[in-house]
């Protein structure tokens, strides 16, 4: 049962508009999420995270968007760069066991030049 | 500062051959460790963890197995390889319990069973 989804596989951008990244969550225990970014045969790094006391948290150009009534998150980056392509996940934490993060699938985001 | 690596980064193994993949931890004690795997066209799956030394939690079932010998050592093994077990490895750390704690990924093997 995929507790995080990202039901966008793949999105394309062009350079210096607004990337607009989504994931849906179905656990309402929930109250921390993350943001990764993976690069091809590299490992995911960490890119943002949002608590669920808040519904915004602002990075640069990394903007993150929970609404919590929707269950659904969504990651903005303006304004998108050609190496802002990547794949990025978006992921919470187990709510019980250890501490591991559950993933959504990615969305590959390309940016056009 | 903590760094994380795992090795190989490539491998090419025939079906019915065994595997090993390590990863190290440095500058840190007593973390928690992660493999993980993405196949192709799927998200992240954890595979195993581990909270200290010979303590192993499997997430799914397989023919894959982990190991944790030393505190900051990881170790994925299998004793024969199958086709559906070609992927890429993620071995990852962090370091205590609770809900609002980053996972750190090393740099990932990629292992292709032919």
């Known amino acids: 049962d995929q507790q995080v989804k990202q039901n966008s596989p793949s999105l394309s951008v062009q350079e210096g508009r607004i990337s607009i990244l989504n994931c849906d969550y179905t656990?309402?225990?929930?109250?921390?999420f993350l943001w990764y970014k993976k690069y091809p045969a590299e490992g995911p790094t960490f890119l943002i995270s949002?608590?669920?006391?808040?519904d915004k948290n602002e990075d640069g150009r990394f903007t993150v968007f929970l609404n919590k009534s929707a269950k659904h998150l969504s990651l903005h980056i303006v304004p998108s760069q050609p190496g802002d392509s990547a794949v990025y996940f978006c992921a919470a934490p187990s709510a019980y066991g250890a501490n591991n993060l559950f993933f959504g699938t990615g969305t590959r985001l390309t940016v056009i030049p | 500062s903590q760094t994380i690596h795992q090795w190989p980064a490539t491998l090419v193994q025939p079906v019915g051959s065994p595997l090993s993949l390590e990863c190290t931890v440095e500058g840190t004690s007593n973390p928690n460790l992660y493999w993980y795997r993405q196949a192709a066209g799927r998200g992240l799956q954890l595979l195993f963890y581990s909270v200290g030394i010979g303590q192993i939690s499997s997430e799914v079932p397989q023919n894959l197995s982990a190991s944790r010998p030393q505190d900051r050592q990881f170790i994925l093994s299998s004793k024969k390889l199958l086709l559906s077990d070609s992927g890429f490895y993620l071995c990852a750390w962090n370091l205590s319990w609770g809900a609002r704690n980053t996972i750190y990924f090393g740099e990932g093997s990629w292992l292709t069973v032919v």
């Open positions: 656990n309402s225990m929930f109250d921390y």
């Open positions: 949002i608590s669920s006391i808040k």
